[in-house]
C-alpha cells in the first residue's frame, strides 16, 4: 500500500530523476518512521521515567536521553533503509552497517549539538516553552536529513 503511493507521486516526476525521487520518498518515510522510535523512546524516557541528565560538549548541554533514542532511531532506521529504500544495492550488510553507522555517528553529533543549541536559544524558549526540547529535536532532524539521504544513496547504498 505504501509502495503503492510512492509510486503514484514518482510518476510526476521526469523519468531521469525518478529512481532518486523514490528513493528520497522511502527515506523520508523511514525517517518519520525513526522519528517516531526516537521522539516516543524520548518522551518516555524523559516524561515517564523523569530523566533529565545532562552533560556538556564543546560548552553545549547535551540531554543524554537524546543519545538513547536517536541512537534506537539510527538502528531501526538502518534495518529498513537497507531491506525497503535502497533495497537491491551492492554491498554486504556488515560493510554497509558499518558506513551507516559512521556516517550516523557524524550526524548524530551535528544532531546533539543543534539539540543543545537550538533547546538554550531564546526564540524556542518563547516560541515553544515547556516543549521546546521536542522543537529543538524537530529542527535537528530536519537539518541533518540531507546529510543523511546523499551520504547513505551516494556512499552506503550506492548501486553497482
Not at 84 to 89: L, N, V
Request: glycine share 8%; aromatic share 18%.
Amino acid at each position: 500500500m505504501l509502495s503503492a503511493f510512492v509510486d503514484t507521486i514518482i510518476d510526476l516526476v521526469p523519468v531521469q530523476h525518478q529512481k532518486t525521487a523514490k528513493q528520497f520518498i522511502k527515506f523520508g518515510i523511514t525517517g518519520a518512521i525513526g522519528a517516531v522510535v526516537d521522539f516516543g523512546t524520548f518522551a518516555f524516557l524523559t516524561r515517564i521515567l523523569d530523566w533529565d541528565a545532562t552533560y556538556t560538549v564543546f560548552g553545549t548541554e547535551i540531554i543524554a536521553a537524546n543519545n538513547v533514542s536517536v541512537f534506537l532511531a539510527i538502528c531501526s532506521n538502518f534495518i529498513i533503509n537497507r531491506t525497503w529504500t535502497f533495497q537491491g544495492t551492492a554491498g554486504s550488510a556488515a560493510r554497509q552497517g558499518t558506513g551507516y553507522f559512521a556516517l550516523n555517528i557524524f550526524t548524530w553529533a551535528l544532531n546533539q549539538l543543534f539539540v543543545g543549541l537550538f533547546y538554550k536559544w531564546s526564540l524556542f524558549i518563547q516560541l515553544f516553552g515547556a516543549q521546546r526540547d521536542f522543537a529543538a529535536k524537530a529542527a535537528a532532524i530536519i537539518i541533518t536529513l540531507f546529510i543523511n539521504f546523499f551520504g547513505s544513496k551516494l556512499l552506503i547504498f550506492r548501486g553497482k
